[in-house]
Every structure is written in structure tokens, then in C-alpha cells.
């Protein structure tokens, strides 16, 4: 019934993912949020409360640098969910839907897209750490392993604010939700402090935290210490969350578009 | 005998307990335009909507250019061109980037997609807001960029919801001349409209739809017949001679006629009145500089219909969509 081929369903994909990506020339302010935002925490972060926390900056960065890369690829999926329901308010998702387009195109377009934000900003982020005197000790394969991982729950994530972007009445409600649920998400973790240093009845939900066990895979994978474990509950994290959260999300984009 | 390039019969959509379209046939002749006429909230987004195959009827069915529109989207997408009611166009792209994106995605190759893009933006009269983000484009200008992405896949058939609303009469007359030669050149246009202005202009039929019913079809003419108000409107060519004129015609017709500026009209149910008023008119030495026999507005004959004026604003299910 659909008639679109997987081959051209993909083309498509590519030029709508294209298209998001344009888009970011027009929008100082997202690209801002994908390249600032990080700057400026990961700068403050380690030369401000650095010492404090670490008894060093040096110790800091390398402790920290994973953590941010996670804690941004988190921020970076907002922007889904934000320009999904930029296109469902503003009508252009119809002018999508009324051509003869795959019916999964416009999404994974989206999806598309944010990947490539989400590899800008890892790129930026490490490359300024490594500026900064941050040194992985793993060989390439590491990053590499790092990389992808990030990506995996980045993509799985990316579900969540699908979600968030077709129920919100408009983009600034998503922003806003976006937000204020990733602050405590990503606070109540160990990206900033190591879990030891938490009351002890909150060193259960921080240990627990997706957030937690990805940053413990990165550093395993950058700097050497243990990592599969923590991968391996990643994944699972992952599939779980894309287990749950994409069918919820199609069923509500079905029903918004009725 | 010549299929419909629209044929809808009976479509029902419900939105919660309203019937936002409540039983809805219609049938549009290959290169003829329809006019669907109503307030907001009368169901013509909806009736569009489940034609150009974005939300599935409840019940009826419809065919556009010989495909049903659920059992077959896909190819009746591939024949469609589609102007929303919001300018549903990418503001953050330029208008090249918004024409060539839509051409890509039609699976036209790279040079190609150019091409259509700069010709239509030529056609439109934006070439020289080409290569400017449209965030900044005048409502008039988003309008045509619009229409004009509507038409990068050289649809058979157009709908248009509501092309003008929010324009200036300036911007809209340069509206109704890109659709006006489209249709020259045999498209099939379904048009929904709030001002009977613009079906007129535009349609060869209308449809007047009111909560989801279809209340009155047919020709403008026709429609303006089946009301059967006729207005004689007159304009002494001097001003000085309004009192005696409108005391003439209140003699003759037995009511009061209105007066606009310096004009005077009444309603002329009676053939015999023009004639009658000319003659009273010579016998006092008035001269006419303007003497009409004109069939009513639109306007008048939604009044008639509906019992309500046309320019119904009250937000409804259809503008929250």
C-alpha cells in the first residue's frame, strides 16, 4: 500500500536529515546549544569547581570530559522533539505527508539529523578537552567504542523526546519540558561528582541512573578501566527505552494526526 | 463518460461528538474549480484534508483522479499538489532551499531539482528573495512560495485551503492570477475559501458548506438566482438631486432606499422597476451617472443561507487541530 522501496524511502530520509541540518544556519540559537552550552560547562565546571571537587583541574578534566559528552548528548536530543512539533504546529508536516514520501521518512530524517549534531558536538567536546590537557590512555578502538555507544543511546533517547514533541501544545513547551526533566536526570548522576561523595540514600538512583552507567562505560573506554559491564547495561537501557517509548510514540503521532 | 478528477460521496468525520463533516458529496470536473465556501469551522479543512489523503474519513469514500484516497494514498499523493491554510512552508530554508528540498523529495535528480526550483521562484516572482531565509518573506510572498511548492511536482490536481486568508487585496489579486493560470493550463482545483470574493473570482462552482453540511450548490450565477435577489443601485449625477431621487424610488418600490455615499440602492424583485424609475427619473430632469441592475453578493446570499454573516470568527475543533 505504501509503493515507497527501502532504497528510496533512505534517499528521502537523507534529503529531509539535509534539510534539518540547513536549518541550523538560520538558528544561531540551536547551534549555540549544541557548541556554547558544553564550552561553557565544561570550561567553568573544570577551572571554577575543579580544584574544589577534584583537588586538581587536571584530575577534574579527565574525571568530567566523559560526563559531558554524556550529559550533552542528552541536551542534544531535545531538539527532536523540538523540530518535530515545529513541523506538526506550523502545518509543514502535512505539506510532508501529502506527497508521496515513505511514511517514516519525516522521523527518521529527524533522527538522522541528530546524529550528526550529536557527532559535532562529541568532536567539539573532546577536542577542546584535548586543548585543555585531557589524554586518553585506551587506543583508538576506545573512542571508537565511546562514540558509538553514545550514539546508541543517543538514538534510543531520541524516542523520549519524539514523545515530548508530538504531545506538547507547541516548541517552547518541549524546550521547557526538555529541560526541566534533564537537569535532575543528568545533576542526579555521576558526570559531575563520584558517587561516593552523595548522601547515601540518594547513592541508590545515582548508581541506578542510565546517565551513571553510560558515563562509567565512556570512562572505561577512554581511559582503561572497567567498561563491558556497564556497556552491556547501557544497551540493555537502550532497548528498553526504545522498547517502551517508540511504539507510545507513533500510537500518539497517529492520533494527533487523525 | 469522463471520470471526476474529485468524487466524494457522504464523507463523515468526527472529531469527539462533533460531526466536523457530516455527510459531504462532491464531484469536480477534470480543469474546472470548486469553490468551497464557509466560515471557520464549517468543515471545509476537514473535507480537504481527507481528500488530499492526511486524515482517513469515517465513513464515504472519495476518489481523486481515479485513486480512492485510503486504499490507495500513495498514488493519489503522487498526483496532488497541496496549499494549507498556514503557509506550511520551512522558515528557516530559503525559498530555493524549501522548492528544492520538495523536489528532492518527489525524487527528482540534483540539476533537475535547480531547475524546477528557479524556474518556480522565477514564475513567482521571487527570484530575488531566492537565496533569503523565509522567516523573513512578507505574508504575500510566503503565500506564493507556497503555492509555488505545491506545484514543484506538476500536480493534475490542486487543493488550495484557503490560499489568501490574512493577505492584502494587492497580494491577493497576484494570488488568484498564478491560480488562474494554472487552471488555464487544465488543473483541477479544489479551493476552500472564507471570502465569497474569491470564489467568485475563481471558481466555476460552488459549494456553500456550513457544520459540516454541504447547504447550497451550484454556478455563482445560479446561487445569486436561487436567492433571487436582485439590487438597483443608482447615483444621480448630481449630488443635490439624492433627496428626490430616493423620494422616487420609496414611491415606487414602498420602501426606503439605502444610501452609500451618493449612491441609492433597493431591492428589485419587480422586473417592471427599472424601467418605471427610469422614466419618473427623465420626467424630473434627474440624469443618472451610474444606473445598475445587479445580481446580489455573495455575501448576500450567505446572509440568506445561513441566516448569519459570513465572517463567523468563533474559534473552533477545525482552527485547534
Redesign the interface.
Known amino acids: ?4 522501496g527501502l532504497i ?1 524511502g533512505l ?2 530520509t537523507g ?2 536529515a ?2 534539518a541540518i ?2 541550523l544556519k ?2 544561531p540559537w540551536e547551534l549555540g546549544d549544541y557548541s556554547f552550552q558544553p564550552v561553557l560547562f565544561l570550561l567553568l565546571f573544570v577551572y571554577i569547581f575543579g580544584g574544589a571537587i577534584a583537588g586538581s583541574t587536571d584530575a577534574y578534566l579527565t574525571f568530567m570530559l566523559p560526563g559531558i559528552v554524556v550529559m550533552n548528548m542528552m541536551f542534544v536530543t531535545v531538539y527532536v522533539g523540538h523540530g518535530l512539533n515545529t513541523d506538526l504546529t ?3 508536516f ?8 515513505a511514511r517514516w521518512a519525516p522521523l527518521a530524517g529527524r533522527i538522522t539529523a541528530d546524529l550528526v549534531k550529536q557527532g559535532w558536538s562529541i568532536v567539539l567536546l573532546l577536542g577542546l578537552g584535548w586543548l585543555m590537557g585531557f589524554r586518553m590512555d585506551n587506543p583508538i578502538w576506545g573512542l571508537a567504542g565511546m562514540v558509538v555507544l553514545v550514539l546508541i543511546f543517543a538514538l534510543a533517547f531520541s524516542w523520549v523526546s519524539v514523545l515530548v514533541g508530538v504531545v506538547a501544545r507547541d516548541p517552547e513547551h518541549v524546550q521547557l519540558f526538555g529541560f526541566t526533566a534533564l537537569f535532575p536526570i543528568t545533576f542526579v548522576s555521576n558526570v559531575f561528582v563520584p558517587v561516593e561523595t552523595v548522601p547515601e540514600w540518594l547513592q541508590g538512583v545515582v548508581m541506578a541512573n542510565p546517565v551513571s552507567v553510560l558515563t562509567d562505560a565512556c570512562r572505561g573506554l577512554l581511559l582503561g578501566g572497567p567498561w563491558l559491564g556497564s556497556a552491556l547495561i547501557t544497551l540493555l537501557w537502550a532497548a528498553a527505552i526504545t522498547a517502551v517509548f517508540a511504539p507510545l510514540s507513533v500510537w500518539a503521532l497517529k492520533r494527533r ?2 | 463518460m469522463v471520470e471526476s478528477a474529485i468524487a466524494a460521496t457522504e464523507l463523515v468525520k468526527h472529531f469527539g461528538a462533533t460531526r466536523a463533516v457530516d455527510g459531504v458529496s462532491l464531484s469536480v470536473a477534470q480543469g474546472q474549480v470548486l469553490g468551497l465556501l464557509g466560515p471557520n469551522g464549517a468543515g471545509k479543512t476537514t473535507t480537504v484534508r481527507m481528500l488530499a489523503t492526511l486524515t482517513a474519513p469515517d465513513s464515504g469514500t472519495a476518489r481523486v483522479g481515479g485513486f480512492d484516497i485510503v486504499d490507495q494514498a500513495h498514488q493519489v499523493r503522487g498526483l496532488i499538489g497541496l496549499t494549507g491554510q498556514f503557509a506550511s512552508v520551512d522558515n528557516r530554508l530559503t525559498g530555493f532551499e524549501n522548492l528544492l528540498l520538495i523536489a528532492r523529495l518527489l525524487g527528482q535528480p540534483r540539476k533537475k531539482s535547480r531547475h524546477i526550483a528557479r524556474t518556480l521562484l522565477e514564475r513567482f516572482e521571487l527570484a530575488d528573495a531566492a537565496d533569503r531565509p523565509v522567516q523573513g518573506y512578507s505574508g504575500g510572498m510566503r503565500r506564493r512560495l507556497d503555492l509555488a511548492a505545491s506545484l514543484v511536482g506538476n500536480p493534475r490536481i490542486l487543493f488550495l485551503d484557503e490560499p489568501t486568508t490574512g493577505l492584502d487585496p494587492r497580494a491577493r489579486r497576484q494570488l488568484w492570477e498564478l491560480i488562474g493560470e494554472r487552471v488555464a493550463e487544465g488543473t483541477t482545483v479544489l479551493l476552500t475559501t472564507q471570502y465569497l470574493e474569491e470564489a467568485d473570482a475563481l471558481a466555476d462552482d460552488i459549494m456553500v458548506i456550513d457544520h459540516g453540511r454541504v447547504i447550497a450548490s451550484g454556478t455563482p450565477e445560479a446561487l445569486k438566482r436561487q436567492i433571487g435577489t436582485r439590487t438597483l443601485e443608482i447615483r444621480p449625477a448630481s449630488p443635490d438631486a439624492l433627496a428626490a431621487t430616493a423620494a422616487i424610488m420609496t414611491e415606487l418600490a414602498g420602501i426606503a432606499p439605502e444610501q452609500q455615499g451618493g449612491r441609492l440602492s433597493i431591492p428589485a424583485g419587480d422586473p417592471a422597476l427599472l424601467p418605471a424609475l427610469v422614466r419618473r427619473l427623465d420626467q424630473h430632469g434627474i440624469a443618472p451617472a451610474e444606473l445598475q441592475l445587479r445580481s446580489a453578493s455573495l455575501d448576500e446570499v450567505f446572509l440568506a443561507l445561513t441566516g448569519q454573516a459570513s465572517t463567523a470568527n468563533d474559534e473552533t475543533l477545525e482552527d485547534k487541530r
Open positions: 500500500m505504501s509503493g515507497i528510496d534517499r528521502q534529503s529531509l539535509w534539510r540547513v536549518q538560520r538558528n506550523s502545518g509543514y502535512d505539506r510532508l505527508r501529502a506527497l508521496p514520501v494526526l487523525r
